[in-house]
């Protein structure tokens, strides 16, 4: 099948040209412009007078984002479809998710690599709240296993950015089970921007 993609956040998007059917090439362009405005307006609050509002704004914008980009790939990411950005900080977000049967391992458990996947998400989102533009690129994360969590339970993710320079972004991330409050893993992530 022939796709068509387009830059956003350093991230290559692939839009099927058949949800791009009847829609001139102008047409096209217009929407992949309406994605980068969104990834541009992600770290920053609607000017509104009231300060509520704004954050709310801000979040469900960010949340838009989040399921366009999770819905435009087939691939893994989609596992993560109820993924919700609940607080977004300058260098914080928290996020929630409740774990489907998709993301555990033959022991009915939370697998490991949907753990990571999570600490590559949060620590990306965490750095986009600083900088829309700059998504950058993993080049090590690392990740502790403390407990674990089954299907069923809902999921607390918090990330934020130790640091960032000129070409790496350190984050840090912490995942706890909501209706225990253990810590289920720890996780640092870095990110390279070119």
């Known amino acids: 099948m022939l796709r068509r993609c387009c830059q956003v ?3 290559q998007i692939r839009v099927p040209v058949q949800s791009l059917a009847g829609v001139r090439p102008a047409g096209a362009l217009q929407l992949q412009a309406q994605k980068l405005d969104q990834v541009r307006s992600f770290g920053t609050t609607a000017p509104t007078g ?3 509002l704004g954050e709310k704004t801000k979040i469900a914008t960010a949340n838009a ?3 366009s980009l999770l819905s435009s790939t087939n691939g893994f990411d989609q596992a993560f479809h109820n993924l919700n950005i609940v607080r977004m900080g ?3 977000i928290s996020c929630s998710l409740e774990v489907d049967s998709k993301l555990e391992n033959p022991f009915n458990a939370l697998h490991g690599g949907a753990i990571c996947t999570l600490v590559d998400f949060a620590g990306t ?3 986009m ?4 533009t700059r998504a950058g690129v993993s080049v090590d994360l690392s990740v502790s296993f403390i407990s674990s969590a089954k299907a069923g339970d809902e999921l607390d993710i918090r990330g934020k950015v130790l640091k960032t320079g000129k070409k790496l972004g350190f984050t840090e991330v912490e995942i706890y089970n909501k209706g225990t409050g253990k810590l289920i893993a720890s996780g640092r992530h870095t ?3 070119s």
């Open 9 to 11: 956040a350093s991230r």
């Open 90 to 92: 300058d260098g914080e």
């Open 50 to 52: 009231d300060a509520g």
């Open 129 to 132: 709240t600083r900088d829309p």
């Open 125 to 127: 989102l965490a750095l």
């Open 65 to 67: 984002l989040l399921k």
């Open 191 to 193: 990110k390279y921007f």
